[in-house]
């Protein structure tokens, strides 16, 4: 049916459908400041909480000083045993799952990674509490990058690991075939930078006891509250129908907002144990430091071509930087599942040979982000295809 003659409920002629103009629904009390963010809840009893973050990308943590006054107020991972770690498994052929746990146990693995969890009746007096934790710290090799991650002989990142390496995925399809009918062959590296996601609302998640339904209530700017309820059951070890998971108006996700973040973990524990709400709001410091990152691809491309510039077969190998945990649900494979599988776009060559592999580095977990993947492929394709077309004139 077309839009022309569509028509609602005895209305005739009105749009509806594809390309119907469809008024918003949310703006009116956006514009009138009535929207209802984590940020603006209040509720009588809530503690502010707070994290003190590593200033250090890869290095165990060899002593943990909390002044006496505070020591109430803060808790370590060994505080939290009936916390579980995130896991995120994968049934991906070469798969290494990471164990990202709600505050880092023994070492840590990036700048920000949060090291003690303190709450307080406001957010400026949780910091200052932060303040005065020590925290000693023996060094370990930084791998900042993909190359000196997949050189590591030793001190991995996880330490069970054989290697820096989350998972390799191979394609070949009748690749030696057709690149042999290749009168052209054009080479390019082509590199991305990473990029942190920056939404007007970062993080933001408050969590309660609701002592009448006697239900866990966490309050997340979420984009996945229903798989969230799942995950936070399952590490808190409760039924899932004792975990009730609200989203309310979020401000900006793109993807960074559809995984378990290590804070909600936390704070939820806290509403759990204390069954009393507790809030934590991400600052743009800490969503610049510690949010989770994308796009950082590397891409070595060898294009085959007949001298009219019709491209034959293609051999690639792209580098994705995963960071230092896979995120839950999707994974790190998500990436370079995508990368393989829509680099060749809309172009009808033959032969296919694709090599791509996320590794693990001393950076923020990697995070879906507004197309997956989509962005690398098609930047170094169309590189790739200018490069043709000028080589052949």
Known sequence: MTTEHASTHGRPGKPQGVGARVPRKEDARHLHGKGNFVADMAMPGLSEVAFLRSPLAHARITAVRVADQIAGNVFLRQAMPDARDIVADSTLPTYQASAQPPLASGKVRFVGEPVAMVFAPTRAEAEDYAELIEVDYDDLPVYADVDSAQAAQGDLLHEQWRDNVFVTLNADKQFDEYAAQAEVVVRRKIDLA??????????????????????????????????????????LDLEQGRVRVVSPDVGGAFGYKCVLQQEELCVAWLAKTFKRPFRFIEDRREHLTAGANSREHHYEMVAYADRRGKLLALDAKITIDGGAYSVWPFTIGLEPGQAIGNLPGPYAFKGYRCVTRAVATNKPGFVPYRGVARTGVCFAMELTMDAIAREVG
Not at 205 to 231: E, G, N
């Open 194 to 235: 990473r990029q942190c996601m920056v939404p007007m609302e970062g993080k933001a998640v408050l969590a309660y006891w609701d002592h009448q339904a006697d239900q866990l209530v966490v309050v997340s700017a979420t984009q996945v509250p229903h798989m969230i309820r799942s995950v936070l059951a399952q590490c």
